[in-house]
């Protein structure tokens, strides 16, 4: 196949990845996005559900923030819940009062839908089920990706290279062990997370801290709740069937007035097909762009945390036209490790110490 030729190739199709086609499309710079994963894979994962502010707000700029207005939930502060002698008590954090601001609540998948469906009406390259076999010329005024999908080889041509594929991302892997360098906090728990088709036990998100662990009642809607707990490093969902999970979250979030309420997971929780993934490293390194050296990284990872994270962390902030020719050292960033490994809605955030590659610094 002939060579494409472009600006800017961005590796993935996630949040971070369409933001920026975004960005650097209102600046008249041509992108290309690969995405290896197929169309419907991206907009069937379960990720992160909170928007910051500021975040909200740049999507509303760009263009893509119509639905989310329309169909989001504001939060305006949360609830914190701790023992108090023999009760469990609550306190809420008013966003509004102490910082004039709120946070979206607005699925993450229902984000990259908006973000494909513009890019698509508008005619722009999207090419899915595309993996990035190699990346040459590094060193030199265009980089070379190679890549290959259904139709067979290709080679995409570009000024600039933005790696956001995630940490096993072939891009992590572009810079050489000399140029490379992991920051990583580890935490010895995990996260077990369940989508329940039942309403919240709470207008706002409720973080509990209990004697048996970590809680958190989230939502995706008024009618799901998105509830996690914190379990034991080297828990697998083998090791929680549905009948326990329900006992401890009425143990650690429950308050009369105001009780977890049990809803349907079916064919999810304690699922024999769920699989425990090992999590992937928190930090992506700088990608590399035009010139010796890397010169932007191309995401900050907050990794995934109960709650839904943060889609603001990975979302460029300047300019485009500017983020695009701007010559920066790269900057080195810590992050989070634990990461879902999925089977429907049900899964763990694992930490898994052994799993760092070969080469790279664990930083404690």
Known sequence: ????????????????????????????????????????????????????????????????????????????????????????????????????????VYGQRELVRDLIERREADGLPLRFGTEVTGVDGLDDDRVSIRC?????????????????????????????AEDRQTLQRSYPASWLGVLVAAAPPSHELIYARHPKGFALASMRTPEISRLYLQVPAGDTLADWSEDRIWEQL??????????????????????????????????R???????????????????????????????????AGAAARRRERPRRLPGTVPAPGLAGDAFLLVDDRSAAPPGRRRVR
């Open 148 to 176: 290959r999908d259904e139709a067979g080889e290709t080679t995409i041509t570009a000024r600039y290279v933005a790696g956001v594929d995630g940490a096993h991302g072939v891009t992590a892997r572009l810079l050489d």
């Open 285 to 319: 390194p700088a990608v590399p762009g035009r010139g010796r050296r890397p010169r932007r990284p191309a995401e900050r990872s907050q990794g995934a945390q109960p709650g839904g994270g943060r889609h603001g962390a990975a979302v460029p902030r300047a300019g």
């Open 1 to 104: 196949m002939n060579p494409i030729h472009t600006d800017v190739a961005i590796i993935g199709a996630g949040p971070a990845g369409l933001v920026l086609a975004r960005m650097l499309q209102l600046q008249g710079i041509d992108a290309v996005v690969l995405e290896r994963r197929s169309r419907a894979y991206v907009l069937g994962r379960v990720r992160a559900g909170i928007i910051e502010q500021p975040v909200a707000e740049l999507l509303v700029e760009l263009g893509v923030g119509e639905r989310m207005l329309a169909e989001r939930l504001v939060h305006d502060g949360v609830q914190l819940q701790h023992r108090a002698g023999d009760r469990m008590v609550r306190h809420r954090i008013d966003f509004g009062a102490l910082t004039a601001k709120s946070v979206t």
């Open 250 to 283: 009425h143990r650690r979030l429950d308050l009369p007035d105001s009780p977890v309420k049990r809803g349907t997971v079916p064919g999810i929780v304690g699922h024999p097909a769920a699989q425990r993934r090992p999590s992937p490293d928190a930090f």
